[in-house]
Nanobody, 116 residues
Framework: QVQLVESGGGLVQPGGSLRLSCAAS????????MGWYRQAPGKQRELVAD???????NYADSVKGRFFISRDNAKNTVYLQMNSLKPEDTAVYYC??????????WGQGTQVTVSS
């Protein structure tokens, strides 16, 4: 059974930082592309950042230079370091895994709220 379990969300003031973690089980983590998406109220889910099995990264324009995705294959975990957070970063953040076969899995989401 595949599980993606996110953690690290919460309430932070503008300009603050958070680090999200996503622990995966039930998959051969090292061969999966991993990503973070987010969905704000009333908006569509959007890609925030992703990282290939080889470590190449891709970011949404809105988070470039502020967010950083990384992975630890030994721990089956992907991270999202979020710096200089803005109120518009408020959303539910979802972990995503995609196999070479195009099988896709989602975590349950973790809330990030940026507010003073």
């Amino acid at each position: 059974q595949v599980q993606l379990v996110e953690s690290g969300g919460g309430l932070v003031q503008p300009g603050g930082s958070l680090r999200l973690s996503c622990a995966a089980s039930g998959i051969i983590f090292s061969i999966y592309g991993m990503g973070w998406y987010r969905q704000a109220p009333g908006k569509q889910r959007e890609l925030v950042a992703d990282i290939t099995s080889g470590g190449s990264t891709n970011y949404a324009d809105s988070v470039k230079g502020r967010f950083f995705i990384s992975r630890d294959n030994a721990k089956n975990t992907v991270y999202l370091q979020m710096n200089s957070l803005k109120p518009e970063d408020t959303a539910v953040y979802y972990c995503h895994a995609e196999a070479p076969s195009n099988s896709r899995y989602w975590g349950q989401g973790t809330q990030v709220t940026v507010s003073s």
